[in-house]
């Protein structure tokens, strides 16, 4: 997986002219979505055949705080895959240092039209394959 690039926006500070904590959990979701379309999964692919993963639960940890224009790798990586369930954790580095910046995860499920609970091991057995080869172990 290429990780995700982030270049840290004015509007992202808040009044201490560092990044607000809030904008940490919005970077998970974009390297999330990254990922998922290097993976060949898209959200859009999702949706169109009548899926969603709605996030059950999100944390972060911050090591160090992030400036406006500063440059940052998002990594996200599937930890946990049940089928019916899965846990994606991220790190942000800083891309010229490699500097640890952030650690985090989010919790998803799998539904299907109605918000009914699906296992993607019945319903959808390519991604199922393709979340069971990039689980780690």
Not at 67 to 92: C, D, P
């Amino acid at each position: 997986m290429i990780p995700y690039e982030h270049k840290a926006q004015y509007y992202e500070t808040d009044g201490m002219g560092i990044i607000h904590h809030s904008n940490y959990i919005r970077w998970f979701e974009e390297a999330r979505v990254d990922m998922l379309e290097q993976l060949g999964i898209g959200y859009d692919r999702f949706e169109a055949l009548g899926f969603s993963s709605p996030v059950l639960g999100v944390s972060c940890e911050y090591k160090h705080m992030v400036r406006f224009s500063e440059v940052v790798t998002v990594t996200a990586r599937v930890l946990s895959y049940t089928g019916v369930k899965m846990t994606i954790g991220y790190k942000i580095a800083d891309k010229q240092t490699g500097a640890l910046r952030c650690t985090g995860e989010s919790r998803h499920c799998f539904l299907a039209a109605g918000d009914r609970p699906v296992s993607l091991k019945r319903v959808w057995p390519e991604a199922h394959e393709i979340f069971a080869a990039h689980t780690e172990a």
